[in-house]
């Protein structure tokens, strides 16, 4: 099975960045597809960005300009770099990782966009 671990939520003001790491472990030696979703209370889970082996990236329009998801294969590592926050920003921000065999989610983490 695959596990994940997000990191680097936090408590941040408008303007500020935040960098998240999800870290994958278990039966994987590379990635598929890799995105971040994010959720708020009583909302539907949105798809904020995806990297798909190989390097090709989409975003979601409303962090088009200010998020950039990477990842490093060699670690099992994704990373969402989020830059000039927003209070729509906050939310509980989750790793997916697609593969045939699998499709796994992290626990999430707390991003909270606040003055």
């Known amino acids: 099975q695959v596990h994940l671990v997000e990191s680097g939520g936090g408590l941040v003001h408008p303007g500020g960045s935040l960098r998240l790491s999800c870290a994958a472990s278990?039966?994987?030696?590379?990635?598929?597809?890799m995105n971040w979703y994010r959720q708020t209370p009583g909302k539907e889970r949105e798809l904020v960005a995806g990297i798909i082996s190989g390097g090709r990236t989409n975003y979601a329009d409303s962090v088009k300009g200010r998020f950039t998801i990477s990842g490093d294969n060699a670690k099992n590592t994704v990373y969402l770099q989020m830059n000039n926050l927003k209070p729509e920003d906050t939310a509980v921000y989750y790793c997916n990782f697609i593969s045939r065999l699998s499709n796994a989610w992290g626990q999430g983490t707390q991003v909270t966009v606040s003055s």
């Open positions: 278990g039966s994987i030696f590379s990635f598929d597809v």
